[in-house]
């Protein structure tokens, strides 16, 4: 009784995943509510969102409104429970509403094809009828040929009159839908993997620098938690990366430590990596950027193991954790050095680090030049007066005064982006390389080792697409019977997709088999003629 | 000549096409239908030229691969493919059902997307490309996600004709929907027109379509001009429901059949829907893993992409599953162009996210 019972309700609830009604509504709840997600801007600072619900709701209502969809967790809702809740409850009707509908799919494919009687013959979908000299003896063969010509194997049986030839193709295409289902099953265990055991972080990097461990997102901290944060990243940068010296100068055992990092997002690398210099290029003389570089060395223990140059497209892969070149930016209050090549008009070309206001000599000359003054991104007014025109590297310039046996000789702008710029009139040139020290390049971190599921579920889901859309469960017919000394042969065909396809094949072998007929036709005759 | 002076002769052969394409349904003379045919024809072969010239003008000046020079890398380019998948899809179809009836709708669509275009004055300046784009990926994502649009749009059409033909009744539901549809798209064509001559004058074409879309309406300051728009919305909802029928009565002349239509939109979505499946959904995601280290980040953009995909996915399943047929699928084709469409250029004006590539600049 008990038992009975259970099952009805088990009974009933397999019923409704299985039911394309539970899809829809799933369907519509994931595609409602990622559409609120896509107007909030998702994980971002709550005075934006209020901006946001503002404009749509006005001003009384914005702050009530966000408080709700805060509390129900919009602000980072594809991350939420109930999202989540979501896509399992998607998955588990994709699962259940292929077991519910594969027995009856499998049979379809298992059944082996029989022949038809007369009658059933005659209900097909596709149906064509022709008559051709000969008994049907003599014609089996090249009937038989024209089905082998259209790529059917067939199988044969012997009736009253004639033959029956039958045969079906791609019966395994009706898996398609199921094929494709699995696909995306793959496609969220994937994805779940690629949660649970990797993370994916940010690292801004400044040139010069290393780090061993990439920042996660975090929940917003307060001001004292922030502080502690920053304390604990300066003991691990300060350390390169080891637990134990950090916990050690931070006056903490290894664990709390762990507990800690784990709190605040910092994710240990298991190496350290260490960005050699940055640059940003531009198109021609515009602001347009073209590449944004990263040249990046991988240190694992204490050797150097790795070197690679990322740029956007272009990542780099270590031990599963794979570094993107993502933004960039200027280190407040850093101090950087000038590099500058200088090459005497007879002589070879000699790199140099400068500071500001340091003097350098242009080798076996009397020449020498100090450096007065430096802007990123050096632009002229209409007056004829030089600007900095954003903070950022766009267009770096120094102004160099230049002395010769003591006595001042000119003064001039070097810019980094025009190399007429570095040449001198006496035929020396001094090039402003870079300004090292003071970019950051910010880095992307990941680790993912659910992705390669995901691709594999790409791979499958794009065959279970083309199987379902283009290739189709074909069955072939074709009876021949004796009818006043020649053969009537009768085609019939069924095909669950793109019949039109198939209605062509069957019109060509029709073409095929009178073609036949008329050429045997008058050989027959001409023989009567000899 | 450049490829503008191409585009220009396209323009004016699609529009020319539509005028021949009418007086061939309303004479049934088999020679005119051949004309309005070959007019097409030489329309979409100067199309044809004008992106292959834009693609080599692309590449001479970007100095990067050829692939990665496909003219596809802002909304000027891509609505221009757009329309050139429309009519590709289009003479298909004409060939395919010997059926020049829908010929008369597709190009004038053709014809004046792109004289809007034109018009509108989107930067059709050749820009390098961003760091970001500079991908191979570039050539199968971009161009395959449109050629998904143009399916779409086909089997809106042809749904939405469906539904013109088949509802009798006012009060019937679909007939409410297209009317309400219809509606909703006459009135945004026509606030539109209203904006463009508004403001269009007065500033840049490139913050036209960003910051000045709907000012004269909908976002306008005043609140007054906002309930008349919303007030205009309605009346002329009301209108295209009153007098549905007379539409219903014009296209009964074009003799296009139910089933045909039916069967047409069901054609254009099988093809659709996998392209955009791999064109759009994985091959972005492939790119997106590329570039920006994660394949998937529920960017307005991809979340959009998906629920297209959704609404495709129901589509397919409904009419194989539940069997559904007429009128009901093409509803649901009718509301998957829409989102479609709303993936294509509404989450670029509306929302902001990583994918910005397609802004109007």
């Known amino acids: 009784m008990e038992q009975e019972k259970n099952k009805t309700f088990i009974d009933k609830i397999w019923d409704l995943f299985a039911s394309v009604k539970f899809a829809i509504i799933i369907f519509a709840l994931i595609s409602l509510t990622s559409v609120v997600g896509t107007i909030l801007e998702q994980r971002a600072e709550p005075a934006k969102n209020i901006q946001i619900l503002t404009r749509i709701f006005g001003e009384s209502l914005a702050p009530t409104l966000y408080n709700i969809f805060d509390k129900t967790g919009f602000m ?30 499998w049979k379809m494919i298992r059944e082996p094809i029989s022949p038809l009687t007369e009658e059933h013959l005659e209900k097909v979908s596709i149906k064509r009828e022709l008559v051709v000299k000969g008994k049907p003896d003599t014609v089996k063969d090249f009937v038989t040929g024209a089905i082998k010509g259209a790529g059917f194997n067939y199988n044969e049986s012997k009736e009253e009159k004639g033959y029956q030839f039958y045969s079906q193709k791609g019966s395994f295409t009706r898996l398609g839908v199921y094929i494709t289902h699995v696909s995306i099953l793959l496609i969220l265990i994937g994805a779940l993997i690629g949660i649970f055991f990797g993370f994916k972080g940010f690292l801004p990097l400044p040139e010069g620098m290393s780090s061993s461990v990439a920042l996660l997102h975090t929940n917003s901290l307060t001001r004292t938690e922030e502080h502690e944060k920053e304390r604990i990243l300066d003991a691990i940068w300060t350390s390169s990366g080891s637990i134990s010296s950090s916990s050690a100068t931070l006056g903490m055992d290894e664990n709390t430590l762990k507990a800690k990092m784990h709190k605040y997002g910092i994710q240990p690398l298991g190496f350290t990596i260490r960005c050699d210099d940055f640059d940003v290029y531009f198109y021609g003389n515009s602001d347009m950027p073209k590449e944004y570089k990263s040249w990046l060395t991988v240190i694992d223990g204490t050797k150097e193991v790795l070197k690679k140059t990322i740029a956007v497209n272009d990542p780099l892969s270590y031990k599963g954790v794979t570094f993107y070149q993502s933004s960039y930016g200027m280190m407040p209050n850093a101090q950087g050095k000038f590099i500058l090549r200088i090459t005497p008009k007879f002589g070879a070309p000699e790199i140099k680090q400068l500071n500001l206001g340091e003097r350098f000599v242009i080798p076996g000359t009397t020449m020498e030049g100090t450096i ?90 794009s065959m279970g697409l ?3 859309f283009f290739m189709s469960h074909r069955k072939l017919w074709v009876r021949i019977a004796e009818e006043k000394n020649n053969t009537k042969v009768i085609i019939g065909a069924t095909t669950n997709k793109n019949r039109a396809a198939f209605e062509g094949k069957i019109n060509k072998m029709i073409t095929l088999l009178s073609k036949r007929d008329a050429e045997t036709g008058s050989a027959g005759r001409r023989k009567v003629d000899g | 000549m450049d490829s503008s002076f191409f585009f220009g ?91 020049r009836s829908f010929g008369a709708f597709v190009t004038p669509i053709a014809g004046l997307a792109l004289a809007f275009i034109d018009l509108s004055g989107m930067s059709k300046e050749i820009q390098p490309l961003l760091p970001a784009l500079q991908s191979n990926w570039l050539l199968a994502h971009v161009m395959m996600s449109f050629i998904a649009y143009a399916a779409f749009s086909l089997s809106f059409s042809t749904g939405l004709i469906y539904l013109i033909l088949t509802t009798e009744r006012k009060t019937e539901s679909a007939y409410i929907f297209w009317t309400f549809t219809l509606g909703i798209f006459v009135t945004l064509f026509f606030l539109m027109g209203i904006d463009f001559f508004t403001f269009r004058v007065a500033v840049k074409p490139e913050v036209f379509i960003k910051s000045y879309m709907f000012r004269s309406s909908f976002f306008n300051p005043s609140m007054v001009v906002k309930i008349l728009s919303w007030i205009a919305m309605i009346a002329i909802i009301v209108i295209v429901w009153r007098y549905g029928s007379v539409l219903k009565m014009v296209m009964d002349k074009f003799g296009i059949s139910a089933e045909t239509l039916d069967e047409i939109t069901y054609k254009s979505i099988a093809v659709g829907f996998p392209v955009f499946t791999l064109g759009g959904l994985i091959f972005g995601a492939i790119w997106a893993d590329q570039a920006w280290g994660t394949y998937w980040s529920w960017d307005p953009k991809e979340t959009w992409s998906l629920i297209t995909w959704f609404v495709y996915a129901f589509y397919l399943h409904s009419r194989m599953v539940r069997g559904w047929r007429g009128k009901k699928v093409a509803i649901v084709a009718v509301t998957g162009f829409v989102v479609a469409m709303f993936t294509y250029i509404g989450v670029n004006l509306l929302l902001s996210g990583l994918h910005s590539y397609g802004d109007i600049k």
């Open chain 1, 466 to 468: 083309f199987i379902a």
């Open chain 2, 9 to 99: 002769i396209s323009t004016m052969a699609y529009i020319l096409a539509m005028i021949i394409y009418i007086t061939y349904l309303a004479s049934g003379k088999k020679e005119i239908g051949i004309a309005a045919t070959t007019v097409t024809i030489i329309g979409f072969i100067s199309h044809t030229l004008a992106i292959g010239m834009r693609w080599k003008e692309f590449y001479d000046l970007s100095g990067m691969g050829f692939l990665r020079s496909v003219p596809l890398t802002n909304l000027y380019e891509s609505m221009i493919f757009f329309v050139w998948c429309l009519i590709l899809g289009y003479l298909i179809i004409e060939f395919k059902y010997k059926n």
């Open chain 1, 372 to 461: 007065r003054d430096f802007s990123p991104a050096l632009s002229f007014d209409k007056q004829g007066r030089p600007i900095t025109y954003t903070e950022m590297m766009n267009n770096p310039a120094l102004f160099i005064d230049f002395k010769e046996g003591g006595k001042g000789k000119y003064s001039g702008w070097i810019l980094k982006r025009h190399p007429t710029t570095a040449k001198l009139p006496e035929g020396h040139s001094v090039e402003f390389i870079d300004l090292w020290g003071v970019q950051y390049t910010g880095l992307q971190v990941r680790k993912d080792p659910g992705v390669w599921i995901v691709y594999l579920g790409c791979i499958v889901m």
């Open chain 1, 76 to 105: 980072d809702m594809y991350h939420s429970w109930w999202f989540l809740t979501l896509l399992i409850l998607f998955s588990a009707n994709i699962v259940i509403c292929s077991i519910d509908r594969l027995p009856r799919i």
